[in-house]
């Protein structure tokens, strides 16, 4: 068996370990650019690019959701090149981290949008907008 080296923070060049690269980096995927800025992971910044992919109708929705899920299969990998972690353990704890804000935040995002569409039905039939 051969001894762990901490090679975290050294750049692309530098080979992330298996242990890092299992798993899909839900922080990555749902907290993108955000993600990236704490974890020095600044390709992140990129979705903000995909939205200029709006203007061409069906591949505006595309590309973003396409970068997301990117950002998810390579943030693991991202971040342990990017970033200096103290150990392995490390490492995942933050991760795990981002991941569970990352799920709180989507989830609630989806719940503030169907009670939003909700509010907004409700007053258009109360106003008759709807019956017109």
Do not use: R
């Not at 939003?116 to 907008?129: K, Y």
Request: contains cysteine; glycine residues 12%.
């Amino acid at each position: 068996m051969t001894e762990f080296v901490n090679n975290s923070g050294q750049g692309p060049q530098s080979a992330a370990p298996a242990e890092v690269l299992i798993g899909f980096n839900w922080g990555a995927c749902f907290l993108n650019w955000i993600w990236g800025l704490g974890n020095k992971s600044y390709i992140t910044l990129l979705i903000f690019v995909s939205g200029f992919a709006g203007i061409i109708p069906f591949v505006g929705m595309l590309v973003p959701f396409a970068m997301m899920i990117w950002f998810g299969i390579k943030g693991n990998e991202w971040a342990w090149q990017n970033k200096q972690w103290d150990s392995l353990e490390h490492f995942h704890s933050v991760q795990k981290t981002w991941a569970i804000w990352g799920i709180v935040l989507f989830i609630l995002g989806i719940i503030l949008s169907v009670a939003l569409f909700a509010i907004i039905g409700a007053v258009a039939l109360s106003s008759g907008a709807l019956n017109k």
